[in-house]
């Protein structure tokens, strides 16, 4: 299965330039170091920020770019030093696949946060070789940044636990939002959006969606449980659910106002940013002090907390709603995911999928 040294090739699809086509593309992936595990992918989750790396919107893409970082797969080979993980368990790879193990967010074991955090596309690893993602046959990744996905989940349902999932339950956790009797809105549905009435839903909390359109009013309630729905647009809704809300989790993608939504919590309410977006966004300050409410943002999750996430899923029963794609569908997945036609996540079979032509 190749040595500690020197490296060997994989197939991926990746984008080339700004237009953001994907097409197959060989690379070269280091061999088993001593820490890593090599993983053969089966499924991997689309995510909103894999459009903004391969169309360039934050003007920081490098090409050719594999992206992918909801990665579930087998693992088909260990290092000398791997102790987590062993031939032919199921495991997760995520957005972050290293960082400096020394700093105070490292120690503690909230890694994302790490200035030198190094991402699994975009990025360049510790051997100054560009990182690529999971939209591929395989990957080598350090055992500090993989996760084991519970014994008898779908592995194409664990996928978009794996950055989706996450991102709504570190803030629910870290902030104090898991206890029962809440009250609780999810700005957007999307992917992140449907991940957020599920889980919020788990932990007991009432819950409204809030959104640009009535598209999703009958099966929010209906497919994913949600207790109310309200379009933003509507005056009298809004007026509605003033003041009432504990958290906000705002998952929109774009640049939108902040006010009308500020107006819908309690005293003490936090509008938690999850969407990565490009240009400024504002509100007028008042709307903050007079009820002493927070904005604040959370990026994806630690290991930690992903490992607690993946048992909590696990043990309230709950599935995500996905469209599996092959990777010949890629193209059209990304172009109908810039236009929210999705219900609500793609994930990429990869290993049913012919990745050479």
Not at 198 to 206: D, L, T
Not at 296 to 324: A, D, H, P, R, Y
Not at 326 to 345: G, H, P, S, T
Request: with cysteine; proline share 4%.
């Amino acid at each position: 299965m190749g040595s500690v040294e020197g490296e060997r090739t994989t197939v991926g699809w990746a984008a080339r330039d700004p237009s953001g086509i994907l097409s197959p593309y060989t690379f070269n992936l280091r061999n088993t170091g001593p820490d890593d595990v090599y993983i053969k992918v089966h499924y991997c989750g689309i995510c909103h920020s894999d459009l903004h790396q391969i169309k360039n919107d934050l003007g920081m893409s490098n090409y050719p770019m594999v992206p992918g970082h909801e990665v579930v797969g087998e693992v088909i080979e260990v290092g000398s030093n791997v102790t987590k993980f062993k031939v032919g368990e199921v495991v997760g790879a995520r957005l972050i696949v290293g960082s400096c193990r020394n700093c105070r967010a490292c120690k503690s074991d909230i890694e994302q946060y790490c200035a030198k955090k190094i991402w699994n596309c975009n990025d360049v690893y510790t051997d100054g070789k560009p990182t690529q993602g999971g939209f591929a046959e395989t990957m080598v990744v350090n055992q500090n940044f993989v996760v084991k996905i519970p014994e008898g989940m779908s592995p194409e349902q664990m996928a978009p636990l794996l950055c989706a999932g996450v991102t709504v339950y570190s803030p629910l956790s870290h902030f104090g939002l898991k206890e029962s009797g809440l009250r609780g809105g999810i700005l957007g549905l999307g992917g992140v959006g449907h991940m957020g009435v599920k889980i919020a839903k788990a932990m007991g909390h009432n819950v409204t969606v809030i959104s640009s359109s009535e598209k999703k009013k009958q099966e929010a309630p209906e497919h994913l449980g949600a207790d109310d729905y309200v379009v933003s647009s509507d005056e009298t809704q809004m007026q509605k659910i003033a003041d009432s809300l504990d958290y906000i989790i705002d998952t929109v993608p774009v640049g939108h106002p902040l006010e009308p939504y500020l107006s819908l919590l309690k005293v003490d309410g936090k509008l938690i940013l999850m969407g990565v977006i490009n240009t400024p966004l504002q509100f007028v300050s008042p709307m903050v002090m007079l009820g002493r409410k927070t904005i604040t943002g959370s990026f994806i999750g630690s290991i930690k907390e992903t490992e607690e996430m993946l048992g909590f899923w696990k043990e309230k029963g709950l599935s995500s709603m996905i469209e599996v794609v092959k990777m010949d569908y890629i193209n059209k997945a990304f172009e109908r995911l810039e236009k929210n036609d999705v219900r609500y996540r793609f994930v990429v079979d990869v290993a049913g999928s012919k990745l050479d032509q």
